[in-house]
């Protein structure tokens, strides 16, 4: 088992920045990838950045150049580093980890909201 802890949403104006963090535990040392979706309301759950053991990251095109994914395995922390924020950006994100043997967790959720 993996439990997974976010924090660093909020309010945000347009073209602001937020930093996201997702602290694991349990069973950290089975973790594959670590990563970060998103959901906004009446869309689907859809990737955001993604970071594999090795380091190699995945970004959706919606956010490439903009946010940056990293992590951190002494503090077993994943980070979301999101600039240039748009209303688009709005949505709840989800710190999501896999495992050695594709077993998927899910943090509980936080608020992001880009608005003037």
């Known amino acids: 088992q993996v439990q997974l802890v976010e924090s660093g949403g909020g309010l945000v104006q347009p073209g602001g920045s937020l930093r996201l963090s997702c602290v694991a535990s349990?069973?950290?040392?089975?973790?594959?990838?670590m990563g970060w979706f998103r959901q906004a309301p009446g869309k689907e759950r859809e990737l955001v950045a993604r970071?594999?053991?090795?380091?190699?990251?995945y970004y959706a095109d919606s956010v490439k150049g903009r946010f940056t994914i990293s992590r951190d395995n002494a503090k077993n922390t994943v980070y979301l580093q999101m600039n240039n924020l748009n209303p688009e950006d709005t949505a709840a994100y989800y710190c999501s980890v896999r495992t050695a043997g594709a077993h998927d967790y899910w943090g509980q959720g936080i608020q992001v909201t880009v608005s003037s």
């Open positions: 349990g069973s950290i040392f089975s973790i594959y990838a």
């Open positions: 970071i594999i053991s090795g380091g190699i990251t």
